[in-house]
């Protein structure tokens, strides 16, 4: 940047650390230290042509890679909890509480190591629950059904749960009730479904935390669905912006 001004400014606000991942690929690469050690090896200095303009640029793509995601994974976390309180709540209610509509691996078997050991996923998943709803206790909705009912019924309580309860929630479905799921959105198994949603989760956690979304290693990997190009790297965010473009084809065919 050829404004030493407006680059401190930037260093400034939004850190010499932060910037540092969108320089990373700019710097120059050390051939006799790569060499040696089998893998790039960065210099300090940055090659040839780089500016800290193209870092900045680099930062406010990434920026906006963040909102598109968060823009797509609302409308994806939205439809997803209404499928699973139209179908749960056909049967219970408070399906979402009772062991008796969930698949008995979740409800039964318990957790053997961390400090989870001797709980089963349900009352792990029941504690978190809770606890998001014990932040929401002030809103209106929350307050007349524990006031009338004393707890909330599902289609009701998804308007507390938070993606990852949700997908982990999902994944401790009956066998049947999952799979009637995933084959809205074009999934091959209930088990692909599930770990979209994990996959999916992870994205939408490094967005809504403000972390570099852009050339990062995703962490929660799901597989190349059939018939998709088989170079496609599922450890890099494209990939699930792929998925994401899939799901929103079911969920708002018309969105751009």
Not at 9 to 33: F, N, Q
Not at 157 to 162: F, H, L, S
Not at 175 to 189: K, M, P, R, V, W
Not at 235 to 242: G, R
Request: hydrophobic share 45%; net charge positive; with cysteine.
């Amino acid at each position: 940047m050829d404004n030493s001004i407006a680059a401190l400014d930037y260093l400034e606000r939004l850190g010499y650390y932060r910037l540092s991942g969108y320089w990373y690929p700019l710097r120059a690469i050390d051939p006799v230290a790569s060499m040696a050690q089998g893998k790039a090896v960065r210099l300090d200095s940055f090659a040839p042509g780089c500016r800290f303009e193209d870092v900045v640029r680099l930062y406010v793509f990434d920026k906006k890679l963040r909102l598109l995601a968060l823009d797509a994974l609302e409308r994806i976390e939205m439809a997803v909890r209404v499928d699973v309180a139209h179908l749960l709540g056909q049967r219970d209610p408070r399906a979402h509480e009772n062991p008796a509509c969930l698949h008995g691996n979740f409800t039964k078997k318990m957790i053997t190591k961390g400090p989870d050991a001797g709980k089963t996923q349900h009352q792990v998943w029941l504690a978190k629950y809770r606890s998001l709803l014990h932040r929401a206790r002030k809103e209106p909705f929350v307050v007349h059904h524990q006031q009338q009912y004393g707890a909330l019924p599902i289609w009701a309580a998804i308007e507390v749960w938070d993606f990852g309860l949700l997908s982990r929630l999902f994944a401790g479905m009956q066998y049947a009730d999952q799979e009637t799921i995933a084959a809205l959105y074009g999934a091959a198994s209930s088990q692909a479904f599930a770990q979209w949603l994990r996959s999916l989760n992870f994205i939408r956690n490094v967005s809504a935390h403000h972390s570099r979304l852009w050339n990062i290693n995703v962490l929660e990997l799901s597989s190349v669905p059939a018939g998709w190009p088989a170079a496609l790297n599922r450890a890099k965010p494209f990939f699930y912006f792929c998925l994401m473009q899939q799901l929103l084809r079911v969920i708002c065919p018309n969105s751009s």
